[in-house]
């Protein structure tokens, strides 16, 4: 989610199967607002959990009894790909009820003031986010480009419930990526059975963000430790995120409209890669970081492996 953007004179066919086949650590922090801005075919994921994003950046809505839930907004500039998503699957703006983030960055709640205004509906969000949200992105401990400032109605904490009629959305703070980043579960039931539905915060470390002697933020290694830890306990049927490389979007979309003899976003071992992948990243830019500290105090000294202790 870096602002510094790459040329817009790229091919997007091939930011496209670049975003397909790089894997998790590839987001809109390497492709440009246009090349993560392009229009993709929103559909029902399972129950009544629909993606209504772009290309690259997620964006859900919930359907409940009393209305809507919409989950992300993405940038700014998505607006009329979102609304036409959302019209194409039958929906009305103004039956959203509620609108949560996963985290501030401009990329996922650029769209919030907008769609706030377009639909009345409230603003949930953590405490450590709502500051980045009602400031437009300015007051954070990393900022990236700022955004629409938007008012937030609830604040949530560890372990909240938001409800709208028959469905309960949890909030699990996993911070690390932002001040407030928000892991959400749901449990849906389709043809008699129930699904734990996690739409994952994202685990991945900004570009010029560091883990040791960070002065912004100097507990930022353990408080990502702390993250991981707790998702590894979430149960997990249905494995989604905040874009599309993180869960396979592209590859299981053509696998439900291949008739598959089974719902491919019912994933298991989608959340436990994901943790796996990114938690090596972390680990290894915090051993590297150590090592680089360790060669500066020392420099002549001989250098050891360093084995992270935040197990």
Same mark, same amino acid.
């Given at each position: ?39 993709? $075919? ?5 129950? =009544? ?8 950046? *997620? ?7 009393? #209305?809507?839930?919409? !989950? ?41 003031? =907008? ?20 400031? #437009? ?6 900022? %990236? $480009? ?17 409800? %709208?009629? =028959? ?62 830890? %707790?998702?590894? #306990? ?5 494995? %989604? #995120?905040?874009? *599309? ?5 592209? =590859?299981?979309?053509? $696998? ?29 830019? !915090? ?25």
């Amino acid at each position: 989610m870096r602002h510094r953007f790459t040329s817009l004179g790229v091919v997007f066919a091939v930011a496209l199967a670049s975003l397909c086949l790089a894997g998790p650590r590839l987001s809109a922090q390497q492709l440009s607002v246009d090349e993560s801005n392009q229009p993709f $075919k929103p559909f029902r994921i399972i129950a =009544d959990i629909y993606y209504v994003g772009t290309n690259d950046v *997620a964006c859900y809505i919930i359907k409940t009894r009393a #209305g809507l839930i919409l !989950l992300d907004t993405g940038f700014e500039e998505a607006a009329p790909i979102v609304r036409a998503n959302i019209a194409a699957l039958g929906f009305k703006l103004n039956d959203i009820k509620i609108i949560l983030s996963g985290h501030a960055h401009f990329d996922h709640v650029g769209g919030h003031a =907008d769609m706030k205004q377009a639909t009345g509906a409230q603003v949930y969000a953590s405490a450590g986010d709502a500051v980045v949200l009602e400031s #437009g992105g300015t007051r954070s401990f990393h900022p %990236l $480009k700022p955004f629409k400032a938007v008012k937030v109605d609830h604040v949530v904490t560890d372990g909240a419930a938001v409800r %709208l009629g =028959d469905l309960t959305m949890i909030a699990h703070l996993t911070p690390g990526h932002t001040e407030g980043n928000t892991t959400w579960t749901t449990v849906v039931a389709e043809n008699g059975k129930q699904y734990n539905v996690v739409f994952v915060g994202s685990m991945s470390i900004n570009p010029g963000v560091h883990l040791v002697d960070f002065a912004p933020w100097p507990e930022i290694a353990e408080v990502y430790a702390r993250s991981f830890q %707790l998702l590894k #306990g979430l149960p997990c049927d249905v494995f %989604l #995120g905040p874009h *599309a490389s993180f869960f396979g979007l592209q =590859d299981k979309v053509q $696998k439900m409209n291949g008739n598959a003899k089974s719902n491919p976003f019912v994933d298991p071992e989608g959340l436990h890669d994901y943790i796996a992948r990114f938690e090596k990243l972390y680990r290894d830019q !915090l051993q590297q970081e150590r090592q680089r500290k360790s060669s500066s105090a020392h420099p002549f000294r001989k250098q050891e492996p360093v084995n992270s202790i935040l197990e």
